[in-house]
């Protein structure tokens, strides 16, 4: 695949925000002053980092996880973060996209910075843009804004989510201590390629020589394979070096050749988890069982399995927006169901109230593989009762007519319900669901972000 390189292209309408502009037309303007939403090549950022100076406080100051991999990062990122904050390590969180806020992206032992700290890094990232008579994209400036938040910040860990692939991706220019890869799949095919080989390349870009990389998928792509052996990186892999299982409700296992622990359950994905632990394990820094059992009781993430109750009903937000997000959140839906469907078929046996289905809120980017994500929650054996759709607030959303194509492909008795907004179609949700139903949110970050802004909580 060839690299995607930035053309130097400005918007003549965009012009830099004063003194006492707000966060939202900091945002605004940062929107604007690229050609390209996604440009990726670290061509035209280099010289802005250069005259920050962020890499070599990053270097000189603090240790460095950078996570990549088409599905999981964010709990990961999550899982690392709080294991060396409890450990008492002054600890930096940086993951996109963000649900409701944009300061969720920038976090600081687990806080949100303000809207002052972000402004006045954006106010410098600006200055260095300038100087160089550069333009960068909405992700490249953020992303450098956060980097030199961390440096001024003194933080003594630094855990990075990529924000697409890894090679090219502007979180790579600082040089990371340890490198996770969740797992690859195929996402992102119009800037990683189609196959797990292109993607693979791409996401094993974040190898530096002999570091270590834990990888949390049981197959590995010979692309990655050959950037380990390139990089003579020693490689930690689910399956052989380490593993995990559910022991009960209570706990679970971890084991690698060192050391097996029995660990509290954490409220994310037990394989993200156990790939987060084998990161934080095989680095030098002092986390011992107290802070590691601290943190699994302690760490959550908005979105990832994220099960609420509001409004009289009962949430399960997730962001499985590709196959494999997909097959993540069906591994514990399925078990998940059948706990909702015992207790609350019991509850309601006596009161004639009738027994619970799932209904889905539902909406997708359009250049995501929308077919797939459908075919695999509409086969899976689910008592799907209705579906609301509506088209997603953002320019690459797929509209509903698309949407409404691709679903009636794989339903026959299910209703189609078609709104003009997801705010609209959340609370027609509540109107038209039962207290005993589960209404699952899905198909995109921005489909739960709205979907949350609209419930307000």
């Not at 280099?46 to 991999?69: C, I, N």
Request: aromatic share 8%; proline share 4%; net charge negative.
């Amino acid at each position: 695949m060839s690299d995607l390189l930035a053309s130097d292209h400005k918007s003549p309408n965009a012009h830099s925000p004063n003194e006492s502009a707000s966060l939202t037309e900091w945002l605004d303007y940062m929107q604007q002053i690229h050609v390209s939403a996604i440009d990726m090549g670290l061509s035209r950022v280099l010289p802005v980092v250069e005259a920050l100076g962020v890499v070599q406080s990053a270097k000189d100051e603090a240790y460095v996880f950078t996570v990549a991999g088409t599905n999981g990062k964010g709990s990961t990122t999550a899982v690392i973060a709080e294991m060396c904050k409890a450990a008492g390590y002054k600890t930096a969180l940086y993951q996109s996209p963000h649900l409701s806020a944009f300061n969720e992206r920038v976090r600081i032992n687990g806080e949100m910075v303000s809207d002052e700290t972000l402004i006045e890094a954006f106010s410098k990232v600006e200055a260095a843009r300038l100087q160089c008579d550069l333009t960068l994209s909405f992700f490249e400036m953020t992303t450098l804004a956060a980097l030199l938040i961390f440096a001024e910040a003194d933080c003594d860990v630094w855990v990075l989510e990529v924000g697409l692939g890894g090679r090219l991706d502007v979180v790579n220019i600082i040089d990371p201590d340890m490198a996770v890869i969740t797992n690859i799949g195929i996402d992102h095919v119009d800037w990683l390629g189609d196959n797990v080989e292109d993607i693979g390349r791409e996401k094993a870009g974040i190898l530096r020589s002999g570091i270590p990389l834990i990888y949390g998928a049981t197959e590995m792509p010979d692309s990655v394979q050959q950037a380990i052996d390139t990089q003579q990186a020693t490689c930690y892999q689910i399956g052989q070096d380490f593993s995990c299982r559910d022991i009960d409700s209570t706990s679970w296992q971890y084991s690698n050749a060192a050391v097996t622990l029995q660990l509290p359950p954490p409220a994310l994905s037990l394989t993200n988890t156990a790939n987060a632990l084998s990161a934080v394990l095989a680095s030098p820094l002092d986390v011992d069982i107290a802070a590691i059992k601290q943190a699994l009781q302690t760490v959550k993430l908005a979105g990832r399995f994220d099960y609420r109750e509001s409004h009289s009903r009962h949430w399960l937000f997730d962001v499985a927006h590709n196959e494999q997000g997909v097959e993540f959140l069906l591994a514990q839906l399925l078990l998940f169901w059948q706990q909702h469907l015992t207790k609350y078929s019991n509850q309601n046996s006596s009161a004639n109230v009738p027994t619970p289905k799932i209904n889905m809120l539902f909406s997708m980017l359009g250049d995501k593989d929308i077919d797939k994500v459908v075919q695999r929650l509409t086969q899976a054996g689910l008592p799907i009762n209705d579906w609301f759709i509506a088209e997603i607030d953002y320019p690459r959303a797929a509209t509903t007519e698309q949407l409404q194509d691709i679903l009636v492909e794989y339903i026959d008795n299910t209703s189609i319900y078609e709104f003009d907004s997801l705010h609209t179609a959340t609370h027609a949700m509540i109107k038209a669901s039962q207290p005993q139903d589960l209404i699952v949110v899905c198909g995109s970050f921005h489909t739960i972000g709205e979907a949350l802004n609209a419930l307000s909580v």
